[in-house]
């Protein structure tokens, strides 16, 4: 566990679950009007052979957990790895909050594709919609930049 401030990052925990939905989907609902996420679908993560949740999964925690991050570990050849994360909109601080994270999901990325052959590329795929400008400035701290956008359809 680290400590930064008032805030620690710990290994995120299967009762950790119903407040990471309600800060994942209050961020999601300012951007969109929906949830992003049910608790059945985030505890599911907890059963993903690859995702060993002490391993691959923490949590910004103060009084309350105000952020959680999760790195699936990249199968063979070990090239790419793909990051989740979240801080709560009304976090204080939230800079701290995202920049922790940011520092551990770059890191547990970097081990997961340790394994990689040292003549190949390895890569991070990390997301944010457009009008999530904190997250955004979050990864432009980071020294991320964005290289590809998406676009979904549905009809309701």
Not at 23 to 40: C, K, M, P, Q
Not at 101 to 118: I, M, S
Request: net charge negative.
């Amino acid at each position: 566990m680290s400590q930064t401030n008032s805030w620690s990052l710990r290994p995120a925990r299967l009762a950790d679950v119903p407040a990471l939905v309600a800060l994942i989907n209050a961020r999601y609902r300012l951007f969109t009007g929906e949830d992003s996420v049910t608790e059945s679908e985030l505890s599911g993560h907890w059963d993903n052979p690859r995702i060993v949740p002490e391993r691959d999964m923490c949590v910004v925690a103060g009084p309350d957990v105000v952020g959680w991050a999760e790195v699936e570990p990249p199968g063979e050849p070990f090239v790419h790895a793909e990051g989740w994360l979240c801080v709560a909109p009304d976090a204080p601080s939230d800079e701290t909050a995202w920049d922790l994270l940011l520092d551990w999901v770059e890191k547990r990325a970097r081990d997961g594709t340790r394994q990689a052959q040292p003549d190949l590329r390895t890569s991070l795929t990390l997301h944010a919609l457009e009008v999530d400008v904190e997250r955004r400035r979050a990864y432009e701290r980071a020294g991320l930049s964005a290289v590809r956008a998406m676009h979904r359809m549905r009809v309701d």
